[in-house]
């Protein structure tokens, strides 16, 4: 099967070629970490010595990295001193940045193509007694040699999507093969606990441990937003709108155009989800004659009213704290949502459009507290949502928010079970947890 299997991906990736050349000819895509991802491990990835133990984690892209930074800091306490070394893959340039950041480029890779390899070096270089995946990453190469190194393996604030659950199941026959190679699963939902099962994991090794992110905590007050707390009104409306996708700031300029008629003094902060399109979304604003900044040529000047494009990446949880009311995107068109959270931290009126598919149990958490509200591009009118008494409905968000905490606590727990768990227990614990 596995034979099989990586013959296919190889096929599927020189069918795909093309489109990757052009991506990265275009708009530097792909072209970060090439090497890194088949299997030339890069000289500050130092080995695993003798004397020490390696968890290797796994997190695709920011959204992974900043979920699994509370496990990560906390292994690093508890394990550091006793010779514990902690390795981080990611597999998007954003995802390796921020990770770099937190936890030092010796420690931070690119995730290798799923191809035996590409794979081995690292699990040679590595040797990792313990292998974290943060929410579905299901790699059958990977796990099968993690397996066959010794490791154990931990998939952590698991979830199945909407969108994936359909073929999932269709393959369930060859996922169940595939999924014994994993050790445990911490669901972030009973939904999600349901999905795995559903999909070929042993229910023994099925655990709920809730989402992560409930407990990021709120980022201090970066530097921009220093800046811009200095420079506009506490009277100025603004309206913060993170994550969006192509089809969306469109909408969202018109909107704020109509606004502007009775509230000429307000300010949209645009944070588009991928950097390649802040040149687009420059020009898009232009168009319209909108007096606008960008982040990145902004020197700190006076903003009277009109559009802020943060064009920038890492600084848009900490503006959230500047807003009147926080629209997040990727949920006006059929792409699935983004993170509500980081503006619930802040206690903000959270609205969105209605495809958060992608965030189902967070977004029903919130809807049954009456703690977000979801729009659709016809019903978009900013001048009502400035209205005060959405006010109310951000404090409700802030405290869903603290209520859903305990996460990591949990996931800390179960993995301790699991590393210091000898095989043949570990047997008898599957038994007694069906």
């Not at 090439?34 to 299997?39: D, M």
Request: aromatic share 8%; with cysteine; glycine share 8%.
């Amino acid at each position: 099967m596995y034979l099989i299997y990586s013959a296919g991906l190889a096929l599927a990736l020189l069918v795909t070629l093309p489109y990757w050349m052009v991506q990265a000819a275009r708009k530097g895509k792909y072209r970060a970490g090439l090497g890194e991802r088949f299997g030339s491990v890069p000289e500050r990835l130092r080995r695993t010595r003798a004397d020490e133990n390696c968890i290797w984690i796994h997190a695709v892209s920011v959204g992974e990295v900043i979920a699994v930074s509370g496990i990560i800091t906390s292994l690093q306490a508890r394990l550091g001193e006793k010779g514990w070394r902690i390795a981080i893959s990611t597999t998007t340039a954003t995802g390796q940045k921020l990770a770099r950041e937190k936890f030092g480029e010796a420690n931070v890779f690119y995730f290798p193509m799923d191809f035996s390899f590409a794979l081995r070096p690292y699990f040679r270089l590595l040797r990792p007694r313990l292998v974290i995946l943060a929410e579905t990453e299901f790699w059958p190469n990977f796990l099968r040699l993690a397996k066959s190194m010794g490791a154990k393996v931990a998939v952590v604030n698991a979830r199945i999507s909407d969108r994936s659950f359909p073929r999932y199941k269709t393959f369930r026959r060859l996922l169940r093969g595939i999924l014994r190679d994993v050790d445990i699963f911490l669901a972030q939902s009973e939904a999600d606990r349901d999905r795995l099962v559903a999909i070929g994991a042993d229910p023994g090794r099925v655990q709920v441990s809730g989402n992560l992110k409930f407990d990021i905590t709120a980022p201090q007050e970066g530097k921009l937003t220093g800046q811009l707390r200095a420079v506009i009104s506490p009277a100025t409306p603004v309206i913060v709108c993170g994550s969006t996708v192509e089809g969306e700031e469109a909408i969202l300029l018109d909107a704020f155009t109509r606004m502007l008629d009775t509230n000429p003094q307000a300010v949209i902060i645009l944070a588009p989800r991928h950097p390649e399109r802040f040149a687009g979304v420059v020009e898009m604003v232009s168009s319209r004659g909108l007096p606008f900044v960008q982040r990145s040529t902004w020197n700190g000047g006076q903003i009277e009213s009109g559009v802020i494009l943060l064009d920038s990446i890492g600084e848009l949880a900490s503006v959230y704290a500047l807003a009147t009311v926080v629209f997040v995107g990727g949920s006006l068109v059929p792409r699935g949502g983004h993170n509500i959270l980081e503006a619930a931290q802040f206690g903000k009126p959270i609205f969105v459009g209605p495809h958060t598919e992608n965030f189902r149990d967070i977004i029903n958490i919130f809807k049954r507290e009456n703690a977000v509200h979801v729009i659709d591009r016809n019903t978009l009118d900013f001048a009502s949502l400035l209205d005060p008494r959405w006010q109310a409905m951000g404090e409700r968000a802030l405290q869903v928010f603290r209520s859903q905490a305990g996460a990591t606590q949990r996931t800390l727990d179960a993995l301790e079970v699991l590393m210091w768990m000898p095989s043949s227990i570990k047997r008898q614990y599957d038994q007694v947890q069906r």
